[in-house]
């Protein structure tokens, strides 16, 4: 969403906002009962892309990595230890992508060498 999100951006949202937390609590609760009948095959369908690929060691060099597959891909596992106060973010296509750190402290790339297991699911 372009602009900001003050009172005069999203007029429904502030109002439902000052409702009380719980009327809040129970459309949310309302809102999410309407997901459950596709709860099921959603996660059956992740199971099983998940499941296509093991998880691999690598590097990433000054917090940058780059690959590429033979086969398009569905899904980009990453997964990374805590303690490098970091998170990746993934761009890309369906045979290249690019995965890049960021330091949550500082909001900006790491230049560290990053650990990481990362599966790439067809």
């Not at 999100?5 to 906002?17: A, I, K, T, V």
């Not at 809102?31 to 590097?59: C, D, G, M, V």
């Not at 290249?96 to 297991?117: C, G, M, N, Q």
Request: glycine share 4%.
């Amino acid at each position: 969403m372009t602009g900001a999100y003050c009172n005069f951006d999203l007029p429904q949202l502030h109002f439902w906002l000052g409702k009380d937390w719980p009327q809040r609590k129970k459309d949310i609760q309302y809102w999410l009962e309407q997901f459950k009948p596709i709860l099921a095959p959603i996660t059956l369908l992740l199971n099983i892309y998940r499941n296509t690929a093991e998880f691999t060691h690598i590097s990433a060099q000054a917090g940058f990595y780059q690959g590429d597959s033979p086969q398009p891909l569905s899904l980009i596992r990453v997964k990374i230890d805590p303690s490098y106060n970091c998170y990746p973010t993934i761009s890309g296509h369906k045979n290249r992508y690019a995965i890049h750190f960021v330091d949550f402290s500082l909001h900006r790339h790491t230049h560290e060498t990053i650990e990481f297991s990362l599966a790439t699911c067809g």
